[in-house]
């Protein structure tokens, strides 16, 4: 069974000229530096399948990407071997919290990134 992945966009300005998929493409991503930081660990540490690193959206209701959507990268490295459930959970459980903690008060979602040795780099927000 193929699961669709799917992500609510909205354009609330009516906005023609805004693409809000290609938008949300290129900009829900980590950081160059988050990547090459990410790939350096990788490379140093081969029982590592993934590096998690958080993304905070300062302002952003959770599940609706808008035009003007912040999209914010906070330090923090988690590397995980995501064939091993007690590596794993514990770094997303880091990365979201680091992603929360520099919300701070704020309105907004953390989300983090997954920099997979296989050069994907999902985004999940809770």
Known sequence: MEIEMFAAVTNPAGR???DLDADRIARCQPSPEQVSIA???????????DVLVPIAFPGKKSG???ADTIVEHVNGFWPA????PNSYGP????AYRAARTHLGDLP???AYAVIARTGNSPVFED
């Open 16 to 18: 023609p000229d805004v």
């Open 39 to 49: 790939r350096t660990i990788l490379r140093a540490n081969p029982q590592f399948t």
């Open 91 to 94: 770094a997303r459980e880091a």
């Open 81 to 84: 071997d995501r064939r091993d």
């Open 64 to 66: 609706w990407w808008k």
């Open 108 to 110: 907004g979602a953390a």
